[in-house]
DNA sequence: AAAGCAATTTACATAACCTTTACATTGCTT
DNA sequence: AAGCAATGTAAAGGTTATGTAAATTGCTTT
């Protein structure tokens, strides 16, 4: 994870990328806007610590010049005392904001926030749900196995994905009928079985080991990575 | 722009709506969990502002069951003295949060923040889209395939571009009845699939591989590159 | 009113696919 | 080990959604 680093004030820029590289992430710093701005233009962060205060153009025109190109999360840091217009700061498009002095604990857990955030939004946008090789894409119904496209039918497709939405735990008959199938399971009803042979038969052409695990009197199981 | 509020506060919710409505958004709310979600699901809003305490099930449930399907850009909103972990609300998926009370000024500016937002993602997104042989003009109503021109009749122009306009995802017949059409699509309704067969008529003079595929039970899509 | 189109409905063929049946197998209990 | 219930699955059956030619309707133009 690579962060950009926009303050003038040294003690702090200092503290930081110590703190924020022992926890994973990789810190680059620039003391002034105008050269903060042109470095952030021309280059791919996963979030952009930007201070309100600084030399040569202020954080907020920073913001604003950076967002004609640019989405990188941004989150600003303000002064102490320093009289901040928070909605003009969300107005130009800043993700969140911290004012100083904070705790080093607050900023950690709002960056890994916005980077998961934006993990997430991306996923969603690719409309996936992945797990241990399974991916599945509701909005276009379609069906991964390692990365193999598999063909499922409408009913295998919710099913496999009520079980990926509940993954690693156990998921009765009763209720993949009820949620699937739309209605209560009937003594003799084998087509839940059915469905779920044939997804294990989809799934098996292209992954040796088994995800989808019978508990016997309870219901199935698909397997978490480990 | 369309919000979906999901409150159980009534005042409240009649005043952001008098409020929201005055600048130009168009509001639906709805007053417990349950009901807000099934209709979040099922519909389609620019943000969604959503109550964490709420009758039927809470706001963190909510969110979480939407963002299995949906990408709708979601603002928490706590009430007062609530405790509300506004990391966990992150990681799952909220866009924002604001605390009750709030400025009016306020919640505008983060509601515009995050439609600018989504709609600049949205434009990036859509600026990777590669050719995949089907060109409309709009302004024309002109329709290549393959730069073969094709004659489209009105309607079939209207459903090809609402499919192009949604490349890669499924559209339901529902949603072209009622987008292009007009009307709700009616049980024994064959009309669109009749269009669908003559605009793949049409364009299979000019290209080989199948361009708009079927999704039983679910809708047509219009096939991206590959 | 006739002609010309486009949209829709009708009618039937076909394909997709859910369910049932039937039998084999597994796993638990006694 | 026997017995029983649950599960696996191939094959058959039946239902529903879809594809599409052809007829019909509706509208506009001539």
Redesign the pocket.
Known sequence: MKVLLIDDDIELVELLTEYLSSHGFSITAYHRGDTGLSHAQTHDYDVILLDVMLPGIDGFEVLKQLRQTKLTPVIMLTAKGEDFDRIFGLELGADDYLAKPFNHRELLARVKAITRRIENIQQLANNSLEENGIRLTPHTREAFAAENKI?L????FEILFLLLNNQGEIVS?EAISEQV?G?KL?P??????????NI??KIAEHIEQEKIK??????YILLGSA
């Open positions: 063909e039918t409408g009913t295998e008959k199938l209605r009937a003799f009803d084998r087509s839940i079985d059915m469905h779920v042979s294990r038969k019978t508990v016997r009197g309870a219901g």
